[in-house]
C-alpha cells in the first residue's frame, strides 16, 4: 500500500508530461532576485539623478527651473528602462508570455491597482504636459507651497510652514490648480498696504513704490514692471504694489522687506493705518486689480 | 598705437555737429568701472572747452542750480550714476535732474556706471532721456598688448614663463564631497568635479605658444577687456625689464544674499561712502561696517577711510557671481 503511494507520488511528481493551461512564466527565485536588484539599482541611480540635477541647478543659478524640470522626466525614463529590462531581459518574456503577463496585470489592475495605475499615468501626464514643474509655486487643493519633487506616484509641496503635502497625480490633475511662476524664476507678489482714507494716498503709492523697486529681492524688466495701485475703500485704501521677486524662493523675504520699509517710511511722513476694525479682511476677488 | 575712443570720440562729435545746427539729443556713455571714461572726458572737454561746463554729479546732489548759473551751451556730467541712492527718498536728486533735461536747451554728455544705468533704465526709464548711447567696448588681446606696449622698444622687457609647477600639479578631474543625512547617519558622498581652469591650462600648454602670447591672452581674460584692470595688473607684473607671468584667476566668491547686495550697492557707484552704505543696509538690520570689513577681507572692496572701492582685480568675478543672483541685471 505504501509502496503504491510512494509510486503514485513519485509519478505525478516527475511527470514532465502533465498537460496544463498555465503558460510557464519562467518565474524563479533567480528572476525574482534579479529583478529586485535591477529596481534596487534604477532606485540608487534615481537618487543620484536627483541630487546631481539638484546640486547643478543651485550651480546654474538663472536657469534653475529649467534643470530641475527634467529631474522627474530622469526618473521616469531611469523606472521605466528599468521595468523594460526586467520585462525584457530578466524575465525574457515572449509574446505568449507577454500576453498572459497583460491578462494577468489586467486583472490585478481592475481590482486592486487601478489606483495606483492611475496616480502613475497621471505623472507622466504632469511631466508631458507641464501643467506645473519642480520649482513652481502652485496651490493644489487649498495648500499652497513650492513643489519639490513629481514622483511615480505623488506630487510633493513644500509649504511656506515648512509642511510637506504630498498630492497624488491622480488627484494633482483633476484639481483646479494655480500656478503662480509657470515655470518660470521670477515670481509675481502682490503686497497690499491698507491706510487712513485721511492720508496721503499719492505719497504713500510713492512710497510703496521706493520700497518695492529698491528691495534687494526686486526683478524689474520690460516683461516684469513694477505696478502700484490705489482702491478706495468707505473707510480705508488699500495701496497695492505688484512687482516680481528674481527667485521665487524669496517671496515671504521680498514681501517682509518691502512691508517694514515702507511702513517706517509711511510713520515718518504721518501716513496712517486705518482705524480698527474697519478694514475687511476677507480678500479680494480673482477679478480684483 | 592705436588711439582709443576713436568709435566713441567720432560719436560724440556728431552728437556735438547735431547740436550747432538745432538738433539736441542728450549723450550717455555707459561702461563698467575702470574703463577709462575720465580719460574720454578729458578728450570731449579739449575739444569744446569755449563752450561746456564739466560737473560731476556728486556736487548736483543738493541742488541743481550750480548749472543754472555756468555760462556753457554743452553740459559734461560725470558719475550721473550718484544722483540716485536705492533707498525710499533715493531718487529725487534724479528726478529733478531728469526734469531739468526736458525742459533745457543745453546739450548733456553723461556718464554712467553700467550696474547703476540698467537698474535705473528699469526703474526711471533712463534711455528715453538719453536718446544717444554709448557703450564703451572691451579691448581684445591684441589691443591691450598694444596699450601697454606703447612705451618700449621692442624686445626692451623680458616676459618669463610662468610658474608651471603648481598649474601642473592640477588635475582636471577632482573628488568632491557633500554631506547627506541617510538614515539618521551623516555620510560624505563623493562626487566628481571637472576644473575649468586646469583645462584651460593645459590647453595653453600645449599649444606651444611664446611666453608674451600666454601672458597677454591670460591677462586679456583676467581683466575681462577693461583696460583699467589690464593696467592695475600689468603694473603689478612689471618688474623692469622683466615681466612675470604670476597672474591669478580670481577666487569664485562665496557671499551670502546680504553680502552679495552690498557687494552689487558698491559696484553700481564703483566707490560708495559707508555712510551711503548705512542708508541702505540699517534698514534691513545689517550692520554697514561689519559688511564692508568682510568685503575687504574677502579681496573684493578696499576700504580708505570711510570709502568703499570696488577693487579692480576683484570686478570680473564680482560681475559674474552678480550676474548669476541677478543683482546685476
Redesign the interface.
Known amino acids: 500500500m505504501a509502496d503504491n503511494s510512494v509510486a503514485a507520488y513519485s509519478n505525478l511528481s516527475g511527470s514532465a508530461n502533465v498537460p496544463s493551461n498555465i503558460p510557464d512564466l519562467g518565474i524563479n527565485s533567480y528572476t525574482v532576485i534579479n529583478a529586485l536588484l535591477v529596481l534596487a539599482l534604477a532606485y540608487v541611480a534615481a537618487r543620484i539623478a536627483v541630487?546631481?540635477l539638484t546640486?547643478l541647478s543651485e550651480r546654474v543659478?538663472?536657469h534653475r527651473i529649467t534643470v530641475k524640470m527634467t529631474i522627474p522626466i530622469a526618473k521616469f525614463i531611469i523606472y521605466g528602462f528599468a521595468l523594460y529590462h526586467i520585462a525584457g531581459s530578466v524575465f525574457q518574456l515572449s509574446a505568449v508570455q507577454l500576453v498572459a503577463f497583460w491578462g494577468i496585470a489586467g486583472a490585478a489592475i481592475g481590482f486592486g491597482l487601478k489606483d495606483r495605475v492611475a496616480e502613475i499615468v497621471g505623472g507622466i501626464v504632469i511631466v508631458l504636459d507641464k501643467p506645473y514643474q519642480v520649482g513652481d509655486k502652485v496651490t493644489i487643493e487649498d495648500y499652497y507651497g513650492e513643489v519639490r519633487d513629481i514622483g511615480i506616484r505623488a506630487t510633493r509641496l513644500v509649504t511656506p510652514d515648512d509642511n510637506l503635502v504630498s498630492v497624488s497625480n491622480q488627484q494633482a490633475l483633476n484639481q483646479i490648480l494655480a500656478n503662480a511662476n509657470a515655470g518660470s524664476q521670477e515670481m509675481m507678489v502682490v503686497i497690499d498696504l491698507f491706510i487712513d482714507s485721511s492720508s496721503d494716498a499719492s505719497r504713500a503709492m510713492e512710497?510703496l513704490r521706493?520700497?518695492t523697486?529698491?528691495s534687494?529681492y526686486v526683478?524689474?524688466?520690460?516683461k516684469r514692471p513694477?505696478t502700484i495701485l490705489l482702491k478706495d475703500y468707505p473707510f480705508y485704501r488699500r495701496v497695492r504694489s505688484k512687482a516680481y521677486v528674481?527667485?521665487l524662493r524669496d517671496e515671504f523675504p521680498f514681501e517682509t522687506?518691502v512691508t517694514?520699509?515702507?511702513w517706517?517710511?509711511f510713520e515718518a511722513e504721518g501716513i496712517e493705518p486705518p482705524k480698527a476694525g474697519v478694514v475687511d479682511l476677507g480678500g479680494g476677488s480673482a477679478i480684483d486689480s | 598705437m592705436t588711439p582709443r575712443f576713436e568709435e566713441e570720440i567720432s560719436l560724440i562729435k556728431k552728437v556735438i555737429v547735431d547740436f550747432g545746427e538745432g538738433r539736441r539729443s542728450n549723450l550717455a556713455i555707459i561702461s563698467d568701472p575702470f574703463y577709462g571714461e575720465s580719460e574720454l572726458m578729458d578728450r570731449v572737454e579739449g575739444m569744446i572747452e569755449d563752450v561746456c561746463i564739466r560737473i560731476n554729479a556728486q556736487s548736483l546732489i543738493q541742488s541743481l542750480e550750480i548749472l543754472k548759473d555756468s555760462p556753457g551751451k554743452i553740459v559734461i556730467v560725470e558719475e550721473a550714476h550718484r544722483l540716485y541712492r536705492?533707498?525710499?527718498?533715493?531718487?529725487d536728486a534724479m528726478n529733478r535732474f531728469l526734469n531739468m533735461l526736458l525742459f533745457s536747451d543745453r546739450l548733456f554728455i553723461t556718464t554712467w556706471n553700467s550696474a547703476s544705468w540698467r537698474y535705473l533704465d528699469?526703474?526711471l526709464g533712463l534711455g528715453r532721456h538719453f536718446p544717444q548711447k554709448v557703450s564703451l567696448s572691451k579691448m581684445k588681446t591684441d589691443e591691450i598688448r598694444e596699450m601697454l606696449l606703447s612705451g618700449y622698444e621692442e624686445g626692451e622687457l623680458t616676459f618669463l614663463e610662468g610658474e608651471r609647477g603648481d598649474e601642473e600639479k592640477r588635475k582636471i578631474l577632482k573628488w568632491a564631497g557633500?554631506k547627506?543625512a541617510l538614515m539618521g547617519h551623516s555620510l560624505e558622498?563623493p562626487?566628481p568635479m571637472v576644473d575649468v581652469g586646469s583645462i584651460r591650462s593645459h590647453l595653453d600648454r600645449s599649444e606651444k605658444k611664446s611666453p608674451d602670447e600666454v601672458f597677454f591672452e591670460k591677462l586679456a581674460r583676467i581683466s575681462d577687456g577693461n583696460p583699467g584692470v589690464a593696467e592695475l595688473l600689468w603694473k603689478e607684473a612689471l618688474d623692469y625689464p622683466e615681466v612675470r607671468n604670476a597672474l591669478k584667476d580670481p577666487p569664485s566668491i562665496d557671499l551670502s544674499?546680504?553680502e552679495s547686495?552690498a557687494l552689487s550697492i558698491v559696484l553700481s557707484m564703483g566707490s560708495a561712502k559707508l555712510a551711503y552704505l548705512s542708508d541702505?543696509l540699517e534698514?534691513?538690520g545689517i550692520s554697514a561696517q561689519n559688511i564692508a570689513n568682510l568685503l575687504e577681507e574677502r579681496g573684493l572692496v578696499s576700504i580708505d577711510g570711510e570709502v568703499a572701492s570696488m577693487r579692480a582685480e576683484a570686478l570680473k568675478s564680482a560681475l559674474e557671481h552678480l550676474?548669476?543672483?541677478?543683482?546685476v541685471?
Request: without cysteine; proline residues 2%.
Open positions: 541630487f546631481l546640486a543659478y538663472e512710497i521706493d520700497a523697486v529698491t534687494r526683478y524689474i524688466s520690460d513694477v528674481y527667485d522687506d517694514k520699509r515702507a517706517d517710511a | 536705492r533707498t525710499i527718498g533715493g531718487f528699469e526703474v557633500r547627506k558622498i562626487y544674499r546680504e547686495f541702505v534698514p534691513l550676474r548669476r543672483l541677478r543683482l541685471w
